[in-house]
């Protein structure tokens, strides 16, 4: 009897956790993120390197906070575009799932306020190996609720973040081929969410 019980009780958390995964993961919002991305390296072409090079005002913390600005407008508007017109708001069922994910909005805080004090310091070139880094330890924590392509591609961010962090200061246009990979990292994370979600 203990047993049947144990076993309903699994049950229902599981679904407790897949119900809300539906919620806190889309994997149509990844997809989009990571067209948005793949289309970043001719962003910064068309406005000469706008973002990752060129000191507009003379001063890197201007330009970093113009950045994330910019693309995170980029990001709002583009996902907001892509969002069906009848979808609802909807609540996370679970209010403990909901706290415990509320951490990526710390890691994300973490990553931009890293990202200034970096270009302040003078380090500009460690700030995108950095947000791979932060981007892995984000995806580490979805992976364990997701699947394990996510858990995989979260491990290759880290790993390509240290990396990028020795070779970062031998080439400047380095930062494009880690970005398509982002771009394309994000839509097999987003295809691989939407097919285990059916």
Avoid at 38 to 48: G, H, K, Q, S
């Amino acid at each position: 009897m203990k047993k049947e019980e144990a076993l309903k009780q699994i049950e229902a958390i599981n679904a407790v956790i897949n119900s809300s995964n539906k919620i806190l993961f889309s994997g149509k919002r990844l997809i989009v993120s990571g067209i948005i991305l793949l289309f970043v390296p001719l962003i910064e072409y068309i406005t000469c390197y706008f973002t990752f090079g060129v000191k507009i005002l003379g001063n890197p913390v201007i330009n970093i906070i113009i950045q994330i600005i910019f693309f995170y407008l980029v990001f709002f508007v583009c996902i907001h575009i892509s969002k069906k017109k009848n979808e609802v708001k909807k609540q996370i069922k679970n209010p403990i799932i909901a706290k415990a994910f509320g951490i990526h909005n710390t890691i994300i805080i973490a990553m931009f306020a890293s990202a200034i004090v970096l270009a302040a310091i003078g380090s500009g070139e460690l700030i995108f190996p950095l947000i791979y880094i932060f981007l892995g330890l984000l995806f580490n924590l979805f992976g364990r609720f997701t699947n394990k392509v996510v858990t995989v591609i979260s491990w290759s961010y880290i790993i390509l973040g240290l990396l990028y962090m020795g070779v970062a200061s031998y080439s400047f246009y380095l930062w494009m081929v880690f970005m398509v990979y982002l771009g394309i990292s994000y839509i097999i994370m987003g295809a691989s969410i939407k097919n285990s979600q059916g």
